[in-house]
């Protein structure tokens, strides 16, 4: 799946319900420090296993299979799809809106293009060339890339994608400021135009895009990259299409495997498609069934499936040596971090309101609570290391755009205590608490969310640690928050309850570096409601003209990050790696970010 924009937030939301579930609440190499995030490369050698000491690194791990045996011609395989609830069926990506649904169509239907290791896209199907003015992108179709049902996948058929999202009656989710980019798109979504004049079909595999406003992140998950058979869907209303057959019983899509059978919210069965445009698949069939997360272990165990979605970290160390399984990693595009409240959501504006006399206000107050929590023990402790302390907002999973020589505060509880005394925050009274600068009890209320063995615990342990520097921190409400009620007091939706002075939450941070969507002025998930001149002014660089130059977005972002441990309007709390079992009969699979061999049409089975 590629993250536009939209998806990039909705995968955030997602990523937060997980950590819930899971724990507390997605390549590497940026750091300099491999254990803390640096990653192994196309490496065949098998690794993994019980650790002495009980602490791992994502070292210990490789993106890809080390099977080398001969794959056979042939032969299946079961995809374990981890949920406590069915799948909701809608199996095309126009109008899919969840991870489930995503993980089906991985199998069946393939973006138009590819990613490379920096997360922009590169030519793959289709290949791509951008004007000299950066606005206008030309898309040319290979000529061997056809739907399952032997039509050529056409230009036209991207151009219909793009016009169902933007049509008034469309009731998914992806019509955003993105793809109101495209030049005329907000004329033909409301009824000026009937057709969008940045849309051209030049011939029957080359389409052009033409868009209001260049930015580097269009190649960075900016353009929508999936095509519609239009001449399946092209006599079905617009309204109609989500609950379609096309959709929902007989989808087909470019991809290497097509739908062979649904039992609905239940189970896929796949089988190959021999015409795949990339080689034909070694592989007869893929079974894709739901499973429930309390029994991954059980079924990878006695083989009932040979791969799974997810895997919960924090259970590896008891199944590290796991007989006929294989444990592959990579470092998550997400992070966890602390939030402070600064200010509310003005949604008649539609963007942050400080608020001068915040709570958290003062930024050594911020500071000092960063400065008091020891990141890499919570890492350990919890964690067993396959979560480590986190520096900047820039994941590893990012390494051009890492500043690395960034100085971030580590664990000293006494340079917090020296901060929060040089702000004044003092106990006055020797209940062994700070009051606030006017002499008044402080007391900071803490959101963070249910879920897991390790989410009160951690909890409890940030409270504990700002303690120990005198600071008054209680749970809201004297409880963990459930997901719902979490994001309804943070601020989803604009909401901001007054209650909540900071809170603990995390990002998937998606392909696209741009932060803008999580800390801009006008973006309804900057929970924190930090606004800046300068953070404004970092952002608007980092999408200019001046930004398509990498060495110079990549100065931007750096002084962004700064920016950022200068402010705290949140501070980063651990980076994470990302651990997919799968059964050692298994060969030429996967889980690297980019783009590149082995494909699924090369996963195949030795036994």
Not at 94 to 109: A, C, E, N, R
Not at 283 to 293: E, N
Not at 331 to 354: C, E, H, R, S
Not at 480 to 492: I, M
Request: hydrophobic share 35%.
């Amino acid at each position: 799946m590629r993250k536009t924009k939209w998806t990039k937030l909705l995968f955030a939301m997602m990523l937060v319900l997980v950590l819930a579930l899971a724990a507390c609440s997605k390549d590497s190499g940026g750091s300099g420090d491999k254990a803390k995030g640096g990653g192994n490369k196309n490496k065949t050698a098998e690794k993994g296993g019980k650790s002495e000491d009980g602490i791992y690194s994502i070292e210990d791990f490789n993106e890809d299979t080390s099977n080398d045996g001969e794959v056979k011609k042939g032969g299946e395989i079961t995809f374990g799809l981890v949920s406590d609830s069915p799948f909701k069926g809608t199996l095309n990506w126009t109008f899919y809106d969840g991870d489930p649904d995503s993980q089906i169509l991985k199998w069946v239907d393939d973006a138009l293009l590819d990613i490379d290791k920096d997360h922009n896209y590169k030519d793959g199907a289709a290949s791509i060339e951008v004007s000299d003015d950066k606005k206008t992108y030309t898309f040319k179709i290979k000529d061997n890339v056809n739907w399952q049902d032997g039509e050529p996948v056409k230009a036209e058929d991207w151009a219909f994608a793009i016009e169902t999202i933007a049509n008034k009656d469309y009731d998914g989710p992806r019509y955003d400021s993105t793809l109101k980019n495209i030049k005329g798109m907000e004329e033909y979504h409301n009824g000026k135009a009937d057709k969008v004049s940045g849309l051209e079909v030049v011939d029957e595999k080359t389409l052009k895009m033409t868009f209001i406003d260049p930015t580097p992140s269009l190649l960075a998950g900016g353009i929508w990259p999936y095509a519609m058979p239009k001449h399946i869907f092209k006599d079905i209303p617009v309204k109609d299409m989500t609950k379609s057959d096309a959709v929902r019983k007989n989808p087909i899509g470019s991809g290497p495997f097509k739908v062979d059978s649904i039992v609905p919210g239940e189970s896929v069965t796949l089988v190959a498609n021999k015409d795949y445009w990339r080689g034909e698949p070694n592989l007869d069939k893929v079974t894709i069934k739901v499973i429930d997360p309390s029994v991954v272990v059980k079924e990878l165990q006695n083989g009932s499936v040979d791969m799974v979605s997810s895997f919960p970290t924090d259970q590896y160390p008891d199944n590290a040596d796991m007989k006929n399984v294989e444990f592959l990693g990579n470092v998550d595009m997400a992070y966890t971090y602390i939030g402070f409240k600064l200010g509310t959501w003005d949604k008649k504006k539609g963007q942050v309101k400080p608020n001068p006399d915040a709570k958290m206000g003062d930024v050594n107050l911020r500071k000092a609570m960063w400065y008091a929590v020891d990141n890499d023990a919570v890492g350990e402790k919890f964690y067993h290391g396959l979560r480590w302390s986190a520096d900047t907002l820039i994941d590893p999973a990012h390494p051009t755009w890492r500043a690395d020589d960034v100085e971030t505060p580590k664990y000293d509880p006494e340079k917090a205590k020296e901060l929060l005394d040089e702000a004044g925050f003092e106990d006055k009274d020797g209940d062994g608490y700070r009051e606030d600068k006017d002499g008044k009890e402080l007391v900071i209320n803490f959101a963070s969310m249910s879920g897991g063995d390790t989410a009160e615990p951690i909890a409890k342990y940030y409270i504990q640690a700002w303690k120990e520097v005198g600071l008054h921190v209680e749970l809201l409400d004297g409880r963990l928050q459930e997901f719902e009620a979490f994001y309804d007091r943070v601020g989803n939706g604009g909401n901001d309850d007054p209650k909540v002075d900071i809170f603990q939450g995390a990002w998937g941070t998606g392909d696209d570096v741009d932060p803008s969507g999580l800390y801009g002025k006008d973006a309804m998930f900057n929970f924190s409601r930090y606004e800046s001149a300068e953070n404004d002014k970092l952002l608007k660089e980092g999408l200019s003209d001046k930004a398509f130059d990498m060495d110079y977005r990549k100065d931007v972002y750096k002084k962004w990050q700064e920016l950022m441990v200068e402010d705290v309007p949140v501070f980063p709390t651990l980076f994470r790696a990302q651990l997919v079992p799968v059964n050692k009969r298994v060969a030429n699979y996967t889980i690297a970010h980019e783009d590149r061999e082995p494909f699924k049409y090369q996963i195949g089975v030795t036994e």
